[in-house]
DNA sequence: CAGGAGAGTTGAACACGTTCAACTTCGGGG
DNA sequence: CCCCGAAGTTGAACGTGTTCAACTCTCCTG
């Protein structure tokens, strides 16, 4: 049932691709609503009333009539925006990740490639510290492999591929004095697989620290500080055959998986 | 809310452990129904009824309605067995993962430490396999870590302590003819954390093959074969201070979940 | 044999996520 | 000025998991 996708509300033009802007997110804040789609206010108002509830009620609790209400809409107008309260979360999680980006810009300028790995991750662990208590039940949401906030879902490209790029800057450096070519960034033969590699582990950190019981996460820092070091040393000896063959392995495991999430 | 714990059915003696007969599970077949409680007949068949339903059609897509009226129960007599459908799918857990160990029995007398590991892990993917286009839905369920179908939940404690037995037989190997010593017990200084780090890792293998869009998951099967000689390797070599460094991370990391896992 | 305590059982009722047919609003063409 | 179609909006209704007060049955006690 309900294989097509709808994209319901900005869904003019059948085959296109809907390049152009249709994608309004939120106007500013309630200025001009009229061109960028009447219901764009409403969306955002909606969407930011989930966040505030997720933020402190938690997913279980958050009731999509407890949005609604609070939100002064009607129940049936939350769906008309959101597909689904599994959507919201997915928006919860560009949100984190958008966060996560921001804490993560000045970290990137460290000249050391394992500084910048730690101080990365750490952003991100910071950026999701608030929700601690509630992640068990937001990663019921997105462990699926068909759900829609599953990181590896067609729905989620768009978060995957900023987060991607966000250690891909971090393997790369930061750029020398205009026109200097970058000083650190890594080679080894399969170098292009790295960011989706380090993702790849970042999420596997995500899920220790989602079981994490220590005070404040401590343990799941900890490893956070043993991991980079090693990681960026290990990126120095892809030349190692033993090594090699297991990074081939995770590489083609890592194209399957791609081709998974890019079908649905 | 509830907080306090029920385990409803035969919960006479209020402060005792129940540890006598209590958990009589399911009578034979039919034939003497009195003594291990008069409802485990009962009991038996709303648990064979959902197992089979969920077999063939996954967790979502079954309901408690459908079990209770599939069983010629009513609804409110399979709560009364069962404290939710969580609880219905750690039964489930618990059926794999005696068929798990039952395929295992021959794997464990193979001589070689390597082997042992791989056939064993193949013989729990072999006994999955039959649900992979649900394991998805299932995961759901035992992923978060308040779940009771969590893997590190309290009431997963008896499965949990056999499927880590299981892994330690494979370390230890088949026992000589009587009276002789283990050739091949594995020493090192972490040897008595290694059956619980290697169910971790089973755990870990578990998620990639749901993930796994292979036809057959026969990638899952590839990794295995690669990954079970070299832990065999690794194992001999927990002497050398990097990878000791790691393992006793992991040790004191394994030992706060278990922590975290028998409170709830 | 009467009584009763507890196990066993029932179906109504609740809150939730989701769907849907109908209604309202709005902007532009006749 | 009216009207139309699309965007936006509404609340009832469905099926679900779960809870609960009441009922029946069984067996033991007196």
Redesign the pocket.
């Known amino acids: 049932m ?1 294989s097509h996708d709808s994209g319901k ?4 033009s059948d085959g296109t691709h809907n390049d152009g802007n249709g994608n309004g997110k939120h106007t500013g804040d309630a200025g001009r609503a ?1 061109p960028p ?7 955002a108002l909606v969407l930011e009333t989930a966040l505030a509830s997720f933020r402190d009620q938690g997913y ?9 209400k609070a939100a ?10 959101f ?5 919201l979360v997915q928006e919860f999680y560009a949100a984190i990740q958008a966060g996560h980006r921001q804490r993560a810009a000045e970290a990137l300028r460290s000249p050391d490639l394992a500084d910048r790995l730690r101080r990365v991750i750490h952003a991100g662990i910071d950026e999701m510290t608030p929700y601690h208590s509630f992640a068990g039940s937001f990663i019921k949401v997105a462990i699926p492999p068909t759900a829609a906030a599953s990181p590896f879902s067609r729905e989620s490209a768009a978060a995957r591929d900023t987060a991607v790029g966000l250690f891909r800057d971090a393997l790369e450096g930061p750029a020398g004095p205009s026109g200097t070519a970058r000083p650190t960034a890594p080679g080894g033969p399969l170098a292009p697989d790295l960011p989706e590699l380090l993702w790849l582990a970042y999420l596997g950190i995500t899920l220790f620290w989602v079981y994490d019981p220590s005070p404040g996460q401590a343990r799941t820092r900890q490893l956070v500080d043993s991991a980079a070091p090693l990681t960026a040393r290990s990126i120095a000896l892809t030349r190692i055959p033993l090594l090699r063959s297991v990074a081939d392995d995770l590489h083609t495991l890592v194209s399957e998986l791609r081709l998974k999430g890019s079908r649905r």
Chains 1, 2 share one sequence.
């Open positions: 309900a509300p900005h869904d003019h009229l789609g009447r219901g764009a206010a409403t969306r279980e609790r958050t009731t999509m009539r407890g949005i609604a002064g809409v009607s129940l049936g107008n939350a769906y008309y925006y597909d689904s309260k599994e959507h």
